[in-house]
């Protein structure tokens, strides 16, 4: 889809679809009093009669005898709040998509959004339309979906300085597609080498990023005993991902964003239950927001150094896979015993912590993983889990939050919770028991980044939509990663 800038009037538009903001309580905006006004108080009926109730969200196509279909889109009661702005924009988006028509015009002057400037608000309408586009039938033998997009263009009314945030919206809208693609896509065909590949196709699109994948051999001889203890369960080798993305000057420290990439989790030896497990397929979204996030930086183009690294591998249990009980030496030393095969996914990242600060003497490092059904249930759907000790990191990824709408609440990790990996037997276990889940594991991966300025991201709960219809990848925390990197310009 195109965004594009227009000076048309709503009334003027001789393209297919018309998009109409109304507020469910009085006040119109000017723009919609005009259309209304045009149509001889059509409009104004619809909403009297209560045929059209505007709340936020809402959204009705009218097909029109003359002129451009109607896309009614509902912003709820005045002063529009963030959350029903976006509610409004994702059910015109939706409404647009499903109808024939293959452009559509929307003005959203006069609609002000609570603690927001207009420029805020092109680009989550940007985002979202993007958004509306998603859908997966990759593995459907005959989609009745698989049709091509219709819409092709949104004309939007703003002033000529405008494009780029439209621009920046679309790009965001695009890296969370590609991020929901990836983990979407089925474990036999999502591989730790299909990541690789995906990867190495992104080296094609800039010429400022270039990959270094690291095979086992190369992990063995770097010492990596810890995300090899996992990877030699699964007959699918694992690798370490490395995307430099060098925009900005020469010799600047690069930023590092780490994605958990377990691209099936069974839980290993410690098998996990048989119900639901085939979302463990999600297990790599971390990775997806990071292969996301630079794809949304290759269109932005900016001038940063932001270096993405994936530790992916597949949790199997085999002959050769990890017993609980087995010690391991991760790269810096850290002798670990695995007391629960399943908690995988800090013994990948915490060789990709190390191997990210010996390689890159990074600015600052963020890791993004579903690490915790703990973090799941503290904090649902909704938020985030971010865990750190360093607090312009947490204000900064906070603020990226806020500004990308992308929820994210802080977690703790105080010291006194890390003697709850004391181990008898090695330097430290890998699980911390039954209490604080997510924190012990925040606290295994704090051992790894010691004098770093590091965040970790849990995403547990917010990588994907779970069961029935809605089951589904989101596309997060790819918002609020590129809104963070963003603001490093
Ligand atoms: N990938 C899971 C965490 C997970 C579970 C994410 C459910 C989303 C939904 C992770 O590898 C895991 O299994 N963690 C264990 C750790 C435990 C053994 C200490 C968990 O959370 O149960
Ligand atoms: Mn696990
Ligand atoms: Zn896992």
Same mark, same amino acid.
């Given at each position: ?17 018309i ?5 469910s309580?009085? !006040?119109?905006?000017?723009?919609s &009093?005009?259309? !209304? ?10 909403? +009297?009669?209560? =045929? ?22 509902g912003?709820g009661?005045?002063?529009?709040t963030?959350?029903?702005?976006i ?29 927001? =400037? ?5 680009r ?12 997966f ?9 698989n049709?091509? !997009?219709?819409v092709?263009?949104?004309n939007?009314?703003?002033g000529?300085?405008?494009q780029?945030q439209l621009?920046?919206?679309?790009a ?11 983990g ?5 065909v999502?591989?730790p ?8 196709k992104?080296?094609?699109?800039s ?5 270094? /994948? ?8 770097l010492?990596?005993g810890?995300?090899?203890?996992v990877?030699k369960?699964?007959?699918?080798p ?11 000057k ?5 930023h ?13 030896i ?11 397929k ?9 292969l996301?996030t ?11 150094n ?5 530790? @992916?591998?597949? +949790? ?10 087995? /010690?391991?030496? @991760? ?8 007391? +629960?095969t399943d ?11 190390t ?12 890791? /993004?993983?579903?690490?915790?059904g703990?973090?799941l249930?503290?904090?649902g ?15 900064e ?9 992308d929820? @994210?609440?802080r ?13 008898n ?5 890998n699980?911390?028991?039954?209490l ?6 925040a606290c ?7 004098? &770093?300025?590091?965040?970790?991201l849990d995403?547990a709960?917010t ?7 809605n ?10 990663l590129?809104?963070?990197l963003? @603001?490093?310009?």
């Amino acid at each position: 889809m195109q965004f594009k800038l227009s000076q048309a009037s709503l009334n003027d538009y001789s393209g297919q679809a018309i998009i109409v903001p109304l507020t469910s309580k009085g !006040d119109q905006t000017a723009v919609s &009093q005009a259309v !209304d006004k045009n149509l001889n108080g059509f409009i104004g009926q619809l909403l +009297n009669n209560k =045929d059209f109730k505007a709340k936020a969200g809402d959204s009705q196509l009218i097909p029109m005898a003359n002129g451009p279909r109607l896309i009614l889109m509902g912003l709820g009661e005045l002063p529009v709040t963030p959350g029903d702005f976006i509610k409004a924009v994702n059910g015109a988006a939706k409404t647009l998509k499903a109808s024939a028509a293959s452009d559509a015009l929307v003005d959203l002057a006069g609609i002000e959004v609570q603690g927001h =400037d207009q420029d805020w608000a092109l680009r989550q309408l940007a985002q979202a339309f993007q958004n509306s586009l998603y859908h997966f039938d990759e593995c459907k033998s005959k989609s009745e979906d698989n049709k091509p !997009d219709t819409v092709q263009t949104l004309n939007v009314v703003a002033g000529n300085d405008k494009q780029s945030q439209l621009d920046f919206g679309q790009a965001v809208g695009k890296g969370m597609a590609y991020t929901k693609k990836l983990g979407d896509l089925p474990p036999n065909v999502a591989t730790p080498a299909y990541l690789a590949d995906e990867a190495d196709k992104l080296a094609t699109l800039s010429d400022k990023l270039t990959t270094h /994948i690291l095979d086992e051999d190369k992990m063995e001889e770097l010492g990596m005993g810890s995300f090899l203890s996992v990877s030699k369960g699964s007959i699918e080798p694992g690798k370490m991902i490395c995307m430099e993305y060098m925009g900005g000057k020469k010799g600047d420290a690069p930023h590092v964003l780490v994605g958990k990439g377990i691209t099936f989790d069974t839980g290993g030896i410690s098998l996990k239950p048989g119900a639901g497990m085939d979302e463990m397929k999600y297990d790599m979204c971390g990775a997806a927001s990071v292969l996301g996030t630079v794809l949304t930086m290759i269109q932005l183009d900016l001038p940063i150094n932001f270096v993405g690294v994936v530790a @992916a591998a597949e +949790n199997m249990p085999s002959g050769h896979a990890s017993k609980p009980g087995d /010690i391991v030496t @991760a790269m810096n030393g850290t002798t670990i015993e695995i007391l +629960n095969t399943d908690a995988e996914g800090r013994l990948v990242l915490c060789d990709a912590l190390t191997y990210t600060i010996d390689t890159y003497k990074p600015a600052s490092i963020v890791d /993004i993983a579903t690490l915790t059904g703990a973090c799941l249930m503290a904090l649902g759907g909704v938020n985030s889990g971010l865990f750190t000790q360093d607090e312009d990191l947490a204000a900064e990824l906070l603020a990226a939050s806020e500004t990308s709408r992308d929820a @994210a609440w802080r977690l703790p990790l105080q010291d006194e919770y890390q003697e709850l990996l004391d181990s008898n037997f090695a330097d430290i276990a890998n699980i911390g028991g039954r209490l604080a889940g997510a924190t012990t594991a925040a606290c295994f991966l704090s051992r790894f980044t010691k004098g &770093q300025k590091w965040a970790h991201l849990d995403i547990a709960g917010t990588a994907w939509n779970s069961g029935g219809k809605n089951k589904g990848a989101t596309g997060r925390p790819v918002p609020l990663l590129v809104n963070y990197l963003a @603001a490093k310009v």
